[in-house]
Each structure stands twice: as structure tokens, then as C-alpha cells.
């Protein structure tokens, strides 16, 4: 077979060529009248024809539908990184919008105390355990913060500095164990010190000790810092009386207090100093500091009507 090939090789393709200009020529319709072998080889060469023709369908349908495919997933992908772009700046909005908030919280409260110079902080680091008692805030003695400066929030009182660095601040609440706060009720005018409470600490919870055994304060009653401290401006509200309780000796009482603050969660606060000049006053110089040299100040002027002590 292999000879009978090589022999007729020339034959053989010749033949070929024919065959194809012919099936050319069919397909093409260049004729309208075909011969009968034209007939023999349409009806040999047509399913052929009809095959590569489905063969070449199918092979475009397939590469539309992988490319549509392929579009799809990379507009879903598009879709996608949208999504979260749009939900990470919701996100940065919202949290503006509580900055903002508590801010304006910060700028309320300055404006009960116009007399005091005020600055506002956030907290930047706190001991372990659920509840703000001694923490660290952000501003220090490059912001003229110094030791006993009072911290308020929106609430009332929060607690008190304790020292301070060039640009931090270590702070103490009224949860602290150390913390001592003169205070009073509201209502009825009775005295007593705010002081924290290790056991009362873990509810979030103070106590008020030192009221008098005759007392008429009453559960419900507000608490406010009193007249009595060197530190504290009077009135700044505290909390509630939760419960009360006569101590031992029967002389005195003491009152379960929870604060108005939320020291749980605690983040913006502000800083005012009791013992800063009226904001807006000069010093006047007087005969005897003229002669000495020394800075008058003058006393306070209370505007806030809260009997600010001396």
C-alpha cells in the first residue's frame, strides 16, 4: 500500500486537488445546474458542512457565554469593593457625627461654668477591670493641666487629676478608693463626703459617708458637690441615693450612691480649674502690690448663681 502510494503520489494528490476545487465550487454556488457527481459528492460533503457550521456556533455561543461570564464577575467584584467603600464611609460619618455630638456636649457643659477655664480631653488608656476608675488622658503641662484639676461630663462629675506630664495626664473618678468628694443633697441641704467603695466599686456604685444620724435625706434624692471643698466647684451633680444605711455606732448614716456618669463607658471629658482667674478679668494692681511687685488677681465673680466657694 505504502509503494502503491509513493508510486502514484503525484496521481493521488493531483486528484485531491480536483476533488477540492470541486466541492469549492459546489458549496460556493457557482453553479445552478449540478452533475451527478456534483449531487454524488453535496450529498457526502453537507452533513460535513452542517457539522463544522454547529461546531463553529457552538465554539462562538461558548466564548460569548465565558466572556460574558468573566464580565459579570468582574462587575460583581466592582459591585463589591463599592459596597464596602460606601459602608466604610458611613462608618467615618457616623463616627463624626458622634464626635461631633459629644463635642457639642463638651461645649454645653463649658458654658455652665463660664467663670473657670476649661479644655476638653479624651481618655487614652485605663487600668485593667470594666470601669473607668483611674485612667490617662491626652492632655498634660503643655496644655497648662495640672494636679486636682476637676474632669465633668455631660452628666456631671467624673473625677479629678492626680498628675500630670508634658502631654498626658494620670486621672482618678469618684469610683476611685482614694477619691473623697464633700457633697450634699439637693433636696434637703444634708452633708456628707462621696468617697469610693472597693465592694460598691464592682457595680459601678459609690458610697456618701458622714451624714448625720437626724438626717431627712431619702432614697432618690440627687447629690451634688457641696460648698465644702478646696477642689470641687459646688453644685457639679454627682448621682442618685440608691439605698441608705445607719452605721454601727447609730450616730451616722451612709448612703449607697449611683453616679449620673457612665464610667463604664467613658470617653470624651472635660477639664476645668477652680482656681483659674475669671475668664475675661485682669488683674487690678492695688497700693500694696504696687509696692511689692506681686500680681493682683480679684476675687471670683460668680455668674453661674451655684455658690461657687471660695
Not at 468582574?74 to 467603600?85: C, G, S, Y
Not at 468617697?195 to 459609690?206: E, R
Request: hydrophobic fraction near 35%.
Amino acid at each position: 500500500m505504502q509503494e502503491f502510494f509513493l508510486k502514484h503520489k503525484k496521481h493521488i494528490i493531483s486528484a485531491g486537488i480536483v476533488l477540492l476545487v470541486l466541492v469549492t465550487v459546489i458549496a460556493s454556488g457557482k453553479k445552478l445546474n449540478a452533475t451527478l457527481l456534483e449531487s454524488a459528492i453535496g450529498v457526502v460533503v453537507t452533513p460535513f458542512q452542517d457539522l463544522t457550521t454547529g461546531i463553529s456556533s457552538w465554539v462562538d455561543e461558548t466564548v460569548t457565554s465565558a466572556r460574558s461570564k468573566t464580565d459579570l464577575k468582574e462587575e460583581n467584584e466592582d459591585l463589591k469593593n463599592q459596597i464596602a467603600e460606601l459602608m466604610e464611609e458611613n462608618r467615618r460619618l457616623s463616627m463624626y457625627e458622634t464626635e461631633n455630638a459629644k463635642l457639642s456636649s463638651l461645649l454645653k457643659i463649658a458654658q455652665r461654668y463660664p467663670n473657670y477655664e476649661s479644655v476638653g480631653a479624651k481618655i487614652i488608656a485605663k487600668d485593667p477591670g470594666v470601669w473607668y476608675d483611674d485612667f490617662v488622658i491626652d492632655k498634660g503641662t503643655s496644655s497648662d493641666i495640672s494636679a486636682n484639676m476637676v474632669l465633668i461630663a455631660p452628666e456631671g462629675l467624673v473625677g479629678k487629676v492626680l498628675e500630670s506630664g508634658a502631654t498626658f495626664s494620670k486621672a482618678q473618678s469618684i469610683l476611685d478608693s482614694r477619691s473623697s468628694v464633700p457633697a450634699k443633697s439637693v433636696r434637703t441641704g444634708d452633708l456628707g463626703v462621696v468617697k469610693g467603695d472597693y465592694a460598691l466599686s464592682n457595680n459601678g456604685l459609690c458610697k456618701m459617708e458622714y451624714i448625720d444620724g437626724d438626717a431627712e435625706i431619702m432614697v432618690g434624692d440627687e447629690i451634688v458637690t457641696s460648698h465644702l471643698s478646696d477642689i470641687y466647684p459646688e453644685g457639679l451633680t454627682i448621682g442618685k441615693v440608691l439605698e441608705i444605711e445607719t452605721d454601727t455606732n447609730g450616730l451616722t448614716k451612709y448612703a449607697v450612691i449611683e453616679p449620673y456618669v457612665d464610667l463604664k463607658h467613658l470617653d470624651t471629658i472635660l477639664i476645668i480649674d477652680k482656681n483659674s482667674p475669671p475668664v475675661g478679668k485682669t488683674a487690678t494692681p492695688t497700693a500694696e502690690t504696687a509696692e511689692t511687685g506681686e500680681e493682683a488677681t480679684e476675687p471670683e465673680e460668680n455668674t453661674t448663681g451655684m455658690g461657687v466657694a471660695e
